[in-house]
């Protein structure tokens, strides 16, 4: 059945840059998209942005352009998403999650908690 | 805050029925763009409830539909049961944003 699972959670230092990653198995990678959406501590879904596995073309959030890149690899199923510059308040959980179109998701990966923090 | 606007709590008791809004404006849900809805249980990621405003994917009981009229959506849960706590959001697309919006999410408790 579908699945994503995503890489083990990660510690970082402010300024730096955090890549998770998102395996995808059980459907065909390149005909569907793949969200990544962040949920900071006891707060709400906040989308950061989409790619397109099949031709690796991307859309990010205004809050996020400039500070995140997403890519894929057809020969692995796998997406990544890349923050830089990270401050405190990027700690979260980060999901990855497959989406049927541009406009919604419907399966999630587990999350991959990024701490960030002297 | 939130593009979409939801209810930060609702409640209710065993078996009775409760409603969850959700809204827009005319970027998104006012737009025609579908909403969606996912319930996140404590500790667990999101899982799609309803999508494209009314539909249920195979495995979610009868018990939840969706709506949308105008710049809102609803979403209603009946015969109210213990496993319904849980965190509701609301999902839709928005054109001015050029990106996926969400509710700032509603946080169910059955009494």
């Known amino acids: 059945q579908e699945q994503l699972v995503q890489s083990g959670a990660e510690v970082k230092k402010p300024g730096a840059s955090v890549k998770v990653s998102c395996k995808a198995s059980?459907?065909?990678?390149?005909?569907?998209?793949m969200h990544w959406v962040r949920q900071a501590p006891g707060q709400g879904l906040e989308w950061m942005g989409i790619?397109?596995?099949?031709?690796?073309?991307?859309s990010y959030a205004r809050k996020f352009k400039g500070r995140v890149t997403m890519t894929s690899d057809t020969s692995t199923s796998t997406v990544y998403m890349e923050l830089r510059s990270l401050k405190s308040e990027d700690t979260a959980l980060y999901y990855c999650?497959?989406?049927?179109?541009?406009?919604?998701?419907?399966?999630w990966g587990q999350g991959t908690l990024v701490t960030v923090s002297s | 805050q939130s593009v979409l606007t939801q209810p930060p709590s609702v409640s209710g008791a065993p078996g009775q029925r409760v409603t969850i809004s959700c809204t827009g404006s005319?970027?998104?849900?006012?737009?025609?763009?579908?909403v969606n809805w996912y319930q996140q249980l404590p500790g667990t990621a999101p899982k799609v409830l309803i999508h494209?405003?009314?539909n249920r994917p195979s495995g979610v009981p009868d018990r939840f539909s969706g709506s949308k009229s105008g710049t809102s959506a609803s979403l209603a849960i009946t015969g109210l049961q213990a496993e319904d706590e849980a965190d509701y959001y609301c999902?839709?697309?928005?054109?001015?944003?050029?990106?996926?919006?969400f509710g700032g999410g509603t946080k169910l408790t059955v009494l």
């Open positions: 999902q839709s697309y928005d054109s001015s944003l050029s990106g996926v919006v």
């Open positions: 059980g459907y065909i990678f390149t005909n569907y998209y």
């Open positions: 999650a497959r989406g049927p179109g541009r406009g919604r998701v419907d399966y």
């Open positions: 494209n405003n009314s």
């Open positions: 005319s970027s998104n849900i006012g737009a025609d763009y579908d």
């Open positions: 790619i397109d596995p099949s031709g690796g073309g991307t």
